[in-house]
């Protein structure tokens, strides 16, 4: 697949009754960045493409096999598909706190890694032992219960569970939220990796402008819920972003 | 703070063994007979009785729920069973009936609990109170029926495996809890089912779909309560839709004294093996000196209460911020 | 859902307002026409006493169930029922016949005070000790069936003139007390906080709010309206009886989810548990018109439940709403 095929199209989103709806596509190895005061529509869009609460008349396409595409309504068809999200709350909806980091890491790609509903725990061992070296995660054992990781490990582990079901497209709702400097860089160089290297289009929603400058080709602004802007890698900067969240030209900083 | 709670968790179970231990010591020395063969087997039998209803209840408290239809599925089974095969069907027929209707009862209850987010505590007594009720309007209140021969054999107290000096019973128990214990551990089904009692949210975002698993555990629930059923006809000889009834409390008990607890994503069989035959060893101390049924019921209430409250107890409010 | 304020009358109101009782109110109103339909000579004025009577120990035994479903967490004392029984038993064994008191002053506070014993109890291992509360109420519902079997091991004995006509004429007295009780509690600040901590027990706590003192406090007025189910249980068999009160718990649990009262805490009151209550009993008093066994009886009951708790249901709710406007 060349890396500016265009795996996902999205059609008439409408994020709220009355306001315009969002169309759009995404393309393999992208990177896209979006941002948006708190609550105005950012989330919903998100949600929307990972299948959840799809508002009425719109569709999301995948691309299946070569120029074929798939409709999905549900987040159990768009990761069959390969469309992953990761959830914003860590805690409340991210980890199971009484399982074991291997369960945590485990649990959606189960199907990956068994034969007739029993588990191949080797594999399965494997399979995270290869992404704790690409994130640099660090636990006491894969038997250790999750709750006795730091924040950001915790995430590196959320973030290996999406890995794990071979996603073409990731979703992340504001995913360096709550975690370390270090743990921060060691994502962002990992999104560049998946990108470059593996063609995964990156869909990240974040509350940090900083963020989105570093590591996205472009940002969605949303406001009042709907798509106000796209703005491309060469004219983001800090200033130009906040104008457009304000539903600014441009503001002095 | 978590490890800490594994590593109980872990010990519930442990203690409750303890428990098995000392009850038994306590009875051998009270009680003159008790450590006989005939009582030891005895017990035991009425362990796996429990055990076998207590094993769904396992799974639904893992998941978070509480079946309470238990009691009246066993009546269902006990007296269904009995009729299709006193009226003449071949046993393995009457059985494979019996069993698909318990796991469309809890498969009812199971799914509507999830979907609709209704307590499964009212869901499944109404649908109990329900099933009890078609059971007693279908027999007119007076159950017929007895059990086949080979079932009575497969759980009598004269039974005997080859040399062994107990019926078959013993050992199928014992090979369903090293399979239960097995899908616990190692199946797709049972690493799902810890992680939804965990965290019901996050497990919907990680692709566990709760109205399935909720269908397919008390599914599963009613199965083996539904067994349970036919096994105490084979045991008690005749058929009666209150053969259930006291079900209800120990198979909870059971699984809470086994160390599983009510709020989910922790806990196993093992324990409720154990909580299961500590709870037949009370019972048989108690009957042995001397109290009344009644009392018996009581005395085993406090004793309940005791084992719980050293060391089932919750968390205190504070410590789940 | 907003009420619609122009809307007048009280009754429409309710209706606009109570969304969780709505339900049982509407099976009120079908269910009680149609007794009166079926048999009118039985709801006349001057029968009121007397079907009061009837229900009253469901009505309060239903009353004592809500209670601690209102504090949440798995907060439920499944004891009520046999606590029921035990009253019972030793209000006419222990008292009447053995030492022969019969006075009113005597057994109504016993009633009463063995109802808040049973509350402290239950209060001091769910709440306190932190027993998982059905599991700590089931131990319990077992020690007080034991007991009251124990007491008395077969119906006997009879109530006193003064007692029975608690079920009669003057069957109003014990509903009306727990009435008042429950609408003085209501004007209590305990009241906000007791719902505060069925809604949201880890806001409350965090916000100061002494949540197992609330939990307890609860169990103690579940067991107080207890006591009072006991005294109208009695007057209504005139006898004593261990094995009536058992039965209690399932109906009444049965009855409070028909009100609305939700199981996850924070919603219902006495309304709910009085009208959820009064449609089983009216259900019953209908279906024991057409002659129907016993067993009809009970599938109903079960089938009535399953059925409003499904169309209770906050989820399936917001399904038809949002199938009903698009947006």
Redesign the interface.
């Known amino acids: 697949m060349s890396s500016d095929a265009v795996i996902l199209q999205y059609e008439n989103l409408t994020l709220a009754a009355g306001r315009t709806p969002v169309s759009g596509m995404l393309r393999a190895g992208e990177i896209k960045g979006l941002a948006g005061l708190e609550g105005h529509g950012q989330e919903q869009f998100l949600l929307a493409l990972a299948g959840f609460d799809q508002p009425q008349g719109g569709t999301v396409r995948i691309r299946t096999a070569g120029e074929d595409f798939a409709d999905y309504s549900s987040h159990h068809a768009a990761a069959r598909h390969g469309v992953v999200y990761l959830p914003r709350d860590r805690r409340s909806t991210g980890i199971f706190p009484v399982l074991s980091v291997l369960d945590n890491f485990g649990i959606p790609s189960m199907p990956r890694f068994s034969l007739a509903g029993i588990l191949n725990r080797g594999r399965q061992k494997e399979a995270l032992a290869a992404y704790t070296d690409f994130l640099s995660i660090r636990y006491p054992s894969m038997t250790a219960p999750i709750s006795a990781l730091s924040g950001g490990n915790q995430q590196k582990v959320l973030l290996a569970r999406l890995l794990a079901l071979e996603p073409r497209v990731m979703l992340l709702n504001d995913p360096t939220r709550g975690v370390d400097l270090n743990t921060r860089l060691k994502f962002y160089e990992a999104f560049r990796q998946l990108a470059r290297d593996k063609g995964i289009a990156l869909v990240i929603l974040s509350s940090e402008i900083e963020e989105i400058l570093q590591i996205c080709d472009t940002v969605s602004i949303f406001r009042d819920f709907e798509r106000t802007e796209v703005i491309e890698k060469e004219a983001m900067t800090m200033s130009r972003v906040i104008a457009a969240m304000f539903g600014q030209n441009e503001v002095a900083l | 703070m978590n490890m800490i709670l594994k590593h109980l968790t872990g010990n519930r179970a442990l203690v409750a063994y303890a428990g098995v231990l000392l009850v038994f010591a306590v009875g051998a020395m009270l009680i003159p007979g008790f450590a006989s063969l005939f009582s030891i087997r005895a017990m035991l039998i009425l362990a796996s009785l429990l055990a076998i209803a207590a094993l769904g209840q396992t799974l639904v408290m893992i998941l978070g729920g509480i079946d309470l239809s238990i009691p009246f599925v066993i009546g269902f089974a006990n007296v269904v069973f009995a009729s299709l095969y006193g009226g003449g069907m071949p046993a393995w027929v009457a059985l494979a009936i019996v069993l698909a209707g318990a796991a469309m009862i809890g498969a009812f209850s199971g799914a509507i609990s999830a979907a609709l987010s209704i307590h499964p505590l009212i869901v499944t007594l109404g649908v109990g109170t329900v099933v009890q009720a078609l059971v007693q309007i279908w027999t007119r209140g007076l159950p017929t029926g007895s059990a086949p021969p080979f079932i009575n054999e497969f759980v009598s107290l004269g039974g005997s495996v080859g040399p062994l000096p107990f019926p078959w019973l013993i050992p199928f128990t014992l090979a369903l809890t090293i399979a239960t214990i097995f899908v616990l551990r190692r199946t797709i089904y049972g690493r799902k089912l810890y992680a939804l009692g965990s965290n019901p949210k996050a497990a919907e975002l990680a692709l566990i779909r709760p109205v399935v698993m909720w269908a397919m555990t008390f599914s599963l629930s009613s199965i083996f309560a539904a067994l349970a059923g036919i096994f105490l006809l084979g045991f008690t000889g005749s058929s009666s839709a209150g053969v259930g009834t006291p079900y209800l409390f120990q198979t909870v008990a059971a699984v809470v004294i086994g160390g599983t607890a009510l709020i989910g994503g922790r806990g196993g069989f093992i324990g409720t093996i154990a909580g299961a035959i500590v709870l037949v060893e009370l019972r048989t101390v108690l009957i042995g000196i001397g109290l009344s049924e009644a009392m018996v019921q009581s005395a085993l209430g406090v004793l309940i209460l005791l084992l719980v409250a050293a060391y089932g107890r919750d968390q205190h409010i504070r410590n789940l911020i | 859902m907003t009420a619609r304020s122009e809307s007048p009358g009280r009754l429409a109101r309710f209706f606009a307002e109570r969304q969780d009782t709505r339900l049982a109110a509407l099976l009120f109103i079908v269910l009680l026409a149609a007794n009166i339909w079926l048999n009118p000579a039985r709801f006349m004025p001057h029968n009121w006493g007397s079907v009061l009577g009837l229900a009253a120990p469901l009505l309060l035994a239903s009353l004592a169930i809500t209670i601690p479903f209102l504090a949440g967490r798995?907060s439920?004392d499944v004891s009520v029922g046999p606590l029921l029984g035990l009253i019972n038993v030793i209000i006419v064994k222990g008292l009447i016949m053995t030492a022969d008191v019969t006075s009113p002053l005597v057994i109504v506070p016993a009633a009463l005070l063995i109802g808040l014993a049973s509350g402290v109890l239950n209060g001091f291992?769910a709440a306190i000790?932190?027993?998982?509360p059905?599991?700590?109420t089931?131990?319990?519902?077992?020690?007080?069936?034991?007991?009251?079997?124990?007491i008395l091991?077969s119906p006997s004995g009879s109530a006193p003139a003064w007692l029975t006509a608690l079920a009669g004429p003057w069957s109003i007295l014990p509903i009306g007390l727990a009435a008042l009780v429950w609408l003085f509690v209501k004007r209590l600040p305990y009241y906000d906080l007791l719902m505060a901590t069925g809604s949201d027990?880890?806001a409350a706590?965090?916000a100061g709010v002494n949540?197992?003192g609330v939990r307890f406090a609860a169990y103690l007025l579940a067991g107080f309206f207890a006591g009072l189910a006991a005294l109208s249980l009695t007057a209504l068999i005139g006898s004593g009886d261990p094995n009536i009160g058992p039965g209690y718990t399932?109906i009444a649990?049965?009855a409070v989810?028909l009100g609305g009262v939700s199981?996850?805490g924070g919603v219902g009151g006495m309304t709910a548990a009085f009208l959820g209550a009064a449609d089983i009993f009216l259900l019953q008093s209908m279906l024991t018109a057409f002659n129907v066994?016993t067993?009809?009886?009970?599938?109903a009951?079960?089938?009535v439940?399953?059925l409003a708790?499904?169309l209770n249901?906050?989820?399936?709710k917001r399904h038809f709403k949002a199938r009903a406007a698009?947006?």
């Open positions: 798995g439920i291992l000790l932190r027993i998982q059905i599991v700590a089931l131990a319990t519902y077992l020690i007080y069936a034991g007991l009251a079997l124990a091991p027990d880890r706590f965090t949540v197992p399932l649990i049965a989810a199981l996850a066994s067993f009809v009886l009970q599938m009951y079960g089938a439940l399953v708790v499904c249901s906050e989820k399936l698009p947006r």
